[in-house]
Nanobody
Framework: QVRMVESGGGLVQAGGSLKLSCAAS????????MGWFRQAPGKEREFVAA????????IYGDSVGGRFTISRDNAKNTVYLQMNTLKPEDTAVYYC?????????????????WGQGTQVTVSS
């Protein structure tokens, strides 16, 4: 079992920045592809970003590319999401997720482990 706890969410003005963290425990963190997803009220869960086990490959959702950066520190069992130039449409609950996989994936259904989520609210 892998337990994940997100932190770093909050209220920020449009154009501002936030950095989310997700601390994992329970199994060998470095074996897992890690991803970030988000879900706004009344909308489906949306892929944000994913990073490979060794931090050599990343993929991003179309709506955040160029503004968000995913990274990880395997020594600290933590994955991060740096969010810059935030927009009101970025408002959502952000979830980190993990999967033991040989390749990056944007499909939420393929991730086995999920955190409880952290709220990000961007005011206009």
């Amino acid at each position: 079992q892998v337990r994940m706890v997100e932190s770093g969410g909050g209220l920020v003005q449009a154009g501002g920045s936030l950095k989310l963290s997700c601390a994992a425990s329970g199994r060998t963190f470095s074996n897992y592809v890690m991803g970030w997803f988000r879900q706004a009220p009344g909308k489906e869960r949306e892929f944000v970003a994913a990073i490979s086990q060794s931090d050599t490959s990343t993929i991003y959702g179309d709506s955040v590319g160029g503004r968000f950066t995913i990274s990880r520190d395997n020594a600290k069992n933590t994955v991060y999401l740096q969010m810059n130039t935030l927009k009101p449409e970025d408002t959502a609950v952000y979830y980190c997720a993990g999967v033991f996989s040989y390749g990056l994936t944007y499909r939420a259904s393929e991730y086995n482990y999920w955190g409880q989520g952290t709220q990000v609210t961007v005011s206009s």
